[in-house]
């Protein structure tokens, strides 16, 4: 099946170029003047459209299993295609959590037949000794929190995470880390509202763990991401290392990029994250360093939950993302407010590198054929009760935005128009190393 995209201004070595796409089964096969004739199947005309290679979040949390009921592979992978991404990489914080081999496997038995774009999987090593074992039963990479202790692993401390590096190393797969110290963080009462979580959650304890891990990991030739970065001591720190340490990868979120303190009080328990949404001076140095190109990765941290344990005593931390990513981001972009540019570099390129999956972050001959049309608007409400996540809110709810997602195709397929929602045609596929 040959495909030709016509009327596309098409996003090619951080240019925007008016050329056409042509697409052969699930690979681009070239790119061509609009001029230039092909015989092809079938055309899909742009419209104008800014054409973005297949969006790629490196920071999902899909869920599914003993914990569907807060969201499953096949309504998250709906909910990251109706915002715009081809491939998400899910963390491994599942309930049981996704610590061997077996779980591994299982989880991808879970969630093939099933997934609406590329899937890759992170898993969080316990048992250190079958490190090359778990790698092998095909995930990206490792993913561990500093700040929650998962099946009696605690990695808060510099000589356990020497011990991961040290085995990670030698699988050659990226280690993301959450970064906060848990001796920081202050302990909270049995009810408490957004602002109690965010206090309890100090900048101090990302701070303090960021330095550890820039230490620890300077000596191990290993790719680290720090994951959703939110101070700007924390980011200061980063870009001081990178210079000496290119392995150190660098995560923000959208919404650490968009929201600040006053959100807590605006939607309450809504906003619960961990790290915490920041003061502006932060929020403003988050936004610099993706001007200066200091961010490598933008991960959405899509965590949904169902609403009765957000509002709960103890609410749960974490919101949707896949879906307000695209708005957010680019709308902030038009207001002048962060780099087009570097945006879609952190959304492609970046995390394509990290992962170095060679197929993927950009439009060009041989590249697996995921897009992402997008299209500037004039401004409308986000509306997050019409999300296709489980979790129909966010603290984007009534958000003015000036960017839409047109359409997205995965692997040579249209899975989603603006015009006709998710078309029911699950053609992810589980993306191994
Ligand atoms: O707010 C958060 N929610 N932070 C995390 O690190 C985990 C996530 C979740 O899984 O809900
Ligand atoms: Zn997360």
Request: proline letters at 5%; aromatic letters at 8%.
């Amino acid at each position: 099946m040959l495909t030709r995209i016509i009327n596309g201004k098409v996003w090619i070595k951080d240019q925007i170029v008016e050329r056409d796409i042509i697409i052969e089964g699930v690979k681009i096969k070239k790119i061509i003047k609009k001029t230039e004739g092909e015989q092809v199947d079938r055309i899909i005309d742009a419209k104008g459209d800014l054409i973005l290679p297949g969006l790629i979040d490196a920071h999902a949390h899909l869920r599914d299993g003993n914990l569907s009921y807060k969201e499953d592979f096949s309504s998250g992978t709906r909910a990251a295609i109706a915002g715009g991404f081809t491939l998400v990489i899910d963390m491994p914080n599942t309930n049981p959590p996704v610590s061997n081999s077996q779980r591994l496997i299982e989880r991808k038995t879970l969630a093939h037949g099933r997934i609406y774009c590329d899937v890759g999987f992170l898993v969080m090593p316990t048992d250190f000794s079958k490190i090359t074992q778990l790698s092998k039963s095909g995930c990206l990479g490792f993913k561990v929190y500093t700040h929650r202790v998962f099946e009696d692993a605690n990695f808060s401390e510099g000589e356990r995470l020497r011990s991961l590096f040290k085995e990670a190393m030698k699988t050659n797969r990226p280690i993301s880390i959450h970064a906060e110290d848990p001796k920081k963080i202050h302990k909270l009462p049995e009810s408490y509202d957004a602002e109690e979580h965010s206090k309890a959650h100090p900048k101090g304890a990302e701070i303090e763990m960021i330095k550890e891990i820039i230490k620890v990991a300077s000596d191990f030739p290993i790719k680290v991401r720090i994951c959703h970065i939110s101070t700007a001591e924390g980011l200061q720190l980063f870009v001081e290392s990178k210079r000496y340490n290119s392995n150190l990868f660098s995560e923000v979120t959208p919404a650490h990029l968009a929201l600040e303190t006053s959100i807590l009080r605006k939607v309450g328990k809504l906003a619960v994250v961990e790290p915490p949404i920041r003061e502006f001076k932060d929020v403003l140095a988050l936004r610099k360093g993706v001007w200066d190109g200091a961010i490598d990765v933008i991960g959405t941290d899509h965590a949904p939950h169902t609403l009765t344990e957000k509002l709960a005593d103890k609410p749960s931390s974490g919101f949707p993302g896949f879906e307000t990513a695209v708005p957010i981001l680019f709308t902030l972009a038009k207001g002048g407010f962060l780099p087009l540019s570097n945006v879609v570099k952190a959304l492609t390129e970046g995390p394509a590198k990290l992962y170095g999956l060679i197929e993927y972050g950009s439009i060009d001959k041989d590249k697996v054929a995921n897009l992402t049309f997008i299209k500037f608007v004039p401004e409308y409400l986000i509306d997050s009760s019409k999300s296709y996540s489980k979790a129909k809110f966010s603290p984007f709810n009534g958000f003015k935005a000036e960017a839409i997602v047109t359409r997205t195709i995965v692997r040579g397929e249209t899975v989603f128009t603006s015009e006709d929602g998710v078309i029911d045609l699950k053609n992810g596929k589980i993306v191994e190393r």
